[in-house]
């Protein structure tokens, strides 16, 4: 059974950092893409990061660029979000996610949440200003 096990999120006030982790069971990701995503309350899902299997290949949201970066340790079978400068508009339930099948050994990281497979609960991220 894969599960993905996000950790780290919390209380945080504007302008500090967070970082979050995500780690996955049941199912060896190292050749997945992987991805987070966040929603806001009353808001649709949006993507804020991705890594392709390699880690060579990283995208972000516009809103997050400067500010989170995407790793990945595939011999600990986990993927990091490190967030700085965090702003009370970034508030929101953090989702880790693994890759499907299409983006095994892939050269580009996925945006869209069709790429992704698994899902995990979620972590809550309150940034306070």
């Known amino acids: 059974q894969v599960q993905l096990v996000e950790s780290g999120g919390g209380l945080v006030q504007a302008g500090g950092p967070l970082r979050l982790s995500c780690a996955a069971s049941g199912r060896t990701f190292s050749r997945y893409g992987l991805g987070w995503f966040r929603q806001a309350a009353g808001k649709e899902r949006e993507f804020v990061a991705a890594i392709n299997w390699s880690g060579l290949s990283t995208g972000f949201a516009d809103s997050v660029k400067g500010r989170f970066t995407i790793s990945r340790d595939n011999a600990k079978n986990t993927v990091y979000l490190q967030m700085n400068s965090l702003k009370p508009e970034d508030t929101a339930v953090y989702y880790c996610?693994?890759?499907?099948?299409?983006?095994?050994?892939?050269?580009?990281?996925?945006?869209?949440?069709?790429?992704?497979?698994?899902w995990g609960q979620g972590t809550q991220v309150t940034v306070s200003s």
């Open positions: 996610a693994a890759g499907s099948s299409s983006t095994v050994y892939s050269d580009t990281y996925y945006s869209t949440g069709d790429r992704y497979a698994y």
